[in-house]
């Protein structure tokens, strides 16, 4: 069979191929990595038709909560936040919650495009083609890809055993100093 030179055409292992692409880049994302999180995002109540304060949330927004020092528990319904704290669509004030992002293919690191493609590919043989064959040659592949994807989430994100989420130091040392002054 011919390479595929566009998209567009009817193709349905093209559309299928495709389809799959953007069900694993949205599963991939999802997890959270250091390019698609945001922390204490601020989220501003706007008007609705009937006059009271919602927080619409846009469409790429894969996941949300609120940050650990709050209260309140929140969720995405209908395309709005809705405080199931106090079981309301209401907000009075801005919000600030830690978010995951969906981004664009082309906006996401290398590495993750090289891991999502990979993984899109085993998936696409095994719903496709059919044969565990060929999806079991390509999971080495797609470890090695996940590895190079986690080592790029390692190194980008500053992660450290002694530091909280912020990478501010919350570890206290024992100081025999601080011993004397009890």
Request: charged residues 25%.
């Amino acid at each position: 069979q011919s390479p595929v030179t566009s998209l567009e055409g009817g193709n349905p292992l093209v559309e299928m191929a495709e389809l799959i692409l953007n069900e694993v880049s949205r599963s991939v994302q999802a997890e959270g990595w250091h390019f698609n999180i945001e922390y204490c995002y601020p989220f501003t109540p706007a008007t609705s038709a009937a006059g009271t304060k919602v927080i619409e949330i846009p469409d790429n927004v894969l996941a949300l909560d609120t940050n650990p020092n709050s209260a309140d528990q929140v969720s995405i319904r209908g395309g709005f936040l809705y405080n199931r704290t106090d079981h309301t669509f209401v907000f009075d004030k801005k919000q600030e919650l830690d978010v995951i992002w969906l981004e664009s293919f082309d906006d996401i690191p290398e590495v993750f495009r090289y891991y999502i493609t990979v993984r899109a590919a085993n998936v696409f043989a095994g719903r496709s083609v059919g044969s565990a064959e060929a999806v079991r040659f390509g999971e080495r592949e797609e470890i090695l890809a996940r590895a190079s994807a986690m080592e790029y989430e390692t190194q980008q994100g500053d992660y450290s055993i002694l530091a909280d989420r912020g990478n501010g130091t919350t570890y206290k040392s024992y100081l025999p100093i601080q011993t004397l002054y009890r």
